[in-house]
């Protein structure tokens, strides 16, 4: 890894792969609306923004296991399969309702990514967030005109930290790996990126479950969006 602002390995890139929650927006507020009306649905106690800020990041299922379980660690444990999908048709409307009330861009990333529009990058979304609900949010936020593809959670065979989804945006994209870059706020992005050869820019102030992000050895760390300028151009 190498230190904020240093661009010393970063070099000739043409397309970047953003992630969405964490990295370009703060969606918790909207998150945490949906899973505590499908809890208070399920006849359930609801949890604090900042409980429910610790759980996001690995897309919408996981985000409903954790919510039903009241823990961020569910692999080991045993939901009830009618139980999980009546909420996650719950959380579904629920978030279709909430989806752009308290959502906002972390700063500079609106005058960010206009820079890097014009100077000609290809860019793309590649997140966990189910499809259906990122375009709309791009669009709601007036940042939909930057990104040329967009990847969700349910639009390859896996999802990150496989590199499934990396793939599948550069396929579409027409980009190689070396021309590329990753930029995201988690481990699922850093690992998806390792795993491919994709350099990357973890973001220090998203949603990495209380984790350094850079023990996973990101390229480049930042800890405001705006110094991807510095890193890139």
């Known amino acids: 890894m190498i230190g904020i602002g240093d661009k010393t390995m970063i070099k000739d890139k043409t397309t970047i792969l953003f992630d969405l929650d964490g990295t ?3 969606s ?27 759980w996001v990041g690995n897309g919408a299922p996981m985000l409903i296991k954790r919510a039903l379980l009241g823990k961020v660690d569910v692999e080991d444990t045993k939901i009830d399969e009618e139980l999980f999908l009546k909420a996650q048709k719950i959380y579904m409307s629920a978030y279709h309702k909430y989806l752009s009330v308290a959502t906002t861009t972390y700063p500079c990333v609106k005058e960010s990514l206009e820079i890097l529009y014009y100077r000609g ?13 990122v375009e709309p949010l791009l669009k709601g936020l007036e940042i939909d005109k930057y990104f040329d593809v967009i990847v969700g959670g349910d639009s390859c065979k896996s999802k990150k930290p496989h590199p499934a989804m990396l793939e599948c945006a550069l396929k579409e994209l027409k980009s ?10 988690s481990k699922n992005d850093i690992l998806a990126s390792n795993q491919l050869g994709m350099q990357s820019i973890a973001v220090t102030y998203g949603y990495n479950y209380n ?14 969006f705006d110094k991807i300028i510095g890193v890139l151009l």
């Open 28 to 54: 918790v507020p909207d998150l945490a609306l949906a899973v505590n009306d499908m809890l208070k649905s399920l006849g359930k106690d609801g949890y604090d923004e900042d409980t429910i800020r610790y």
């Open 176 to 185: 190689s790996i070396s021309q590329s870059i990753m930029v995201g706020d």
């Open 211 to 224: 984790e350094d992000i850079s023990t996973y050895n990101p390229t480049v760390t930042i800890d405001r």
């Open 24 to 26: 370009l927006i703060d």
């Open 121 to 133: 990058f290809k860019m793309a979304i590649v997140t966990n967030k189910p499809y259906e609900f």
